[in-house]
Every structure is written in C-alpha cells, then in structure tokens.
C-alpha cells in the first residue's frame, strides 16, 4: 500500500510533467504528437493515482483518530 508520502510525491510528479509537457509543446513545435500525447496522458495517471492515495491516507488517518477518541470516550 502506498503512503501519503508517495502520494504527495505522484501528484508533484505529474504536475511537474504536465508543466514541461505544455512548456516543451508550446515552444518545440518539432515534437510529434504521440509524445505529447503520451507525456500528458502520463501526467494524468500519475496525478490521479496520487490524489488517490492521499485522499486514502487522509480517510485512514481521520478513521484511527476517531477510533481512539471513541477508546478514550467509554
């Protein structure tokens, strides 16, 4: 199971990419569309799959404070 770490990580990842993707297409007209096209889809899953596991982390993280809260709270 990935953290929220590597999440975070992912997500930064894929921005970065899609960044240089836009940048590198906007200014190097000479790139083929499959890369771009492959690049940006790339970006997309990464960015996806980090969101993901972020917000999987968050929920079990929110559910172990509730559940030693409520073992606090008899």
């Given amino acids: 199971m990935l953290s929220r770490q590597r999440g975070l990580q992912l997500e930064a990842f894929g921005s970065i990419l899609i960044v240089t993707v836009m940048l590198a297409d906007?200014?190097?007209?000479t790139l083929q569309d499959g890369?771009?096209?492959?690049?940006?889809?790339?970006?997309?899953?990464?960015?996806?799959?980090?969101i993901r596991v972020v917000k999987r982390?968050?929920?079990q993280a929110q559910?172990?404070?509730?559940?030693?809260?409520s073992s606090h709270h008899p």
């Fill in 26 to 29: 906007r200014f190097l007209f």
């Fill in 35 to 50: 890369f771009v096209l492959t690049a940006a889809i790339a970006s997309a899953v990464f960015l996806t799959i980090g």
């Fill in 57 to 59: 982390a968050d929920e």
């Fill in 63 to 69: 559910q172990e404070a509730e559940k030693q809260q």
